[in-house]
Each structure stands twice: as C-alpha cells, then as structure tokens.
C-alpha cells in the first residue's frame, strides 16, 4: 500500500461534493475514478495532492499524512495531470523540464536534460520539441502535460481525464505507456475517466463515485452491469471481447 486515504470529505462553501471517502492504492496498479459529471472525480484527485484542502479525513503516503508535507515534497511524489492546461510562451522541452524542478536547485542538470528527452522519445513528441506549447494542438498538448508528469519520475500519478484530447490510435497509446511506467517504475496511478470501456482495458480496480460517495470499489472483475446502471442511470449489457471486458449502453425506446 502506498497511499490511504480516510474519511476524506470536502465542501464547496456550504456545499457537500466528498462524503467520507476511503480507498487504499497499491504499487504497480492503475485504479480508475468513475462516475457521471459532478460526481467528484476531480475534486476527488485535487484533494489527494493539497491543490485543495479537505474539510475533514486523512491522506497518508507511505503512512506519512500529506497535510504535513512541503509544497516541494508533495510535487516530488505526486505528479498532477489537469484537464486543462494554461497556455504559457514555453517550448514543449521547457515545459516538460518543469516537471523536474522540485529536484533543480540552482540549473538543471544533464540528468534533467537527458530524463527530458528520453520521455519525449517515449511519447513520440521529441519532434515538437523546440515548438511553443500555445501553437500546439489539443491532443498534443495533452502529451505534453503528461510528459511532464513522468519528468517528475512520482510514486503516484494522478489523471484527471489524461485522454480526453486524444484520437483513439493516441488514447491507446497514452494509456499503455501510463501502464507501462506504473509497472516497471513500481509507481500507482489513479485516473478519473469518462470512457468506461477504455476504463476496463487498462485499470486494475475501480472507485464508482455516486452522490459525492464511493458507491463501488471493487475489480472489474466484481463489477456488474447493475453497478454500472445504479452510478450511471443507465441500463448496460456487460460483454466480453478479446478478454476485454465492455460495457454496452441498452437504448430502451
């Protein structure tokens, strides 16, 4: 276990949106945050990382609380990917080089550099290197905000829709390489997500949000198409292809 969170719940001024919410997350596993719109997914991600401040519950990593941390020890261990990205006159190279400043002290160092670098080759942006980021298209930019994300090399991830400007061909291969870095850099990831069956190929356990509360936490294994119809008002058929699991939405007129 490398992050719990207790009792966790958070108001909009006198407006409940997190009621006593608890999960564990594990090393090496993606876990998904489903839920229709203004269900919490984002808020949710927010408060794990102090960008918002819970009214009540705990946050641990590595059974530290996270309230006691510094700014720069929070950016060290978290790596926060937002929805939406402001633009700023930065090449794509100098925004990515952002993720490693909480490890920079006085210029960043050929280790910085060469990390830079290797994640834009993963990515398959290395030719956007030296472009400024708000001549970018939205999918392009995306890759970016998530590069920058792994320049921080975290112990967890956390994605608010990290493939929300993105073709199919560059969703799939978003979600592998996020994957891929949670496995074999022995890091957790929890990802809020719009795509159910998207969700079901690549996630490893599942938070079904509900009313500002966890509904199901649960393996994909043990959801059931009744879960899915309760937290999104929706009856669905529950299928099987390849060994994936999807969900198909029932039209009842």
Known sequence: MILKVDGLEFSYYETPILKNIGFELKKGQITAILGINGAGKTTLLKCLNRILHPREGTVFLNEENVKNM??????????????????????????????????????ATARDLSIVEAILFRLNIEHLALRPINQLSGGEMQKVVIARAFAQEPEVLLMDEPTSNLDLKNQLQVMQLIRKAVREHDMAAIVSMHDINLAFRFADYFLMLREGRIYISASQKEITAEDIAQVYGVKVILGEMNHYKIVIPIDEN
Do not use: M
């Not at 060290?76 to 939406?84: D, G, I, S, T, W």
């Open 70 to 107: 510094s700014r720069n020890h929070i950016a060290k261990h978290f790596a926060y990917v937002p929805q939406n990205y402001e633009e700023e006159h930065l090449t794509v190279f100098d925004a990515v080089l952002l993720g490693r400043k909480p490890y920079i002290k006085w210029e």
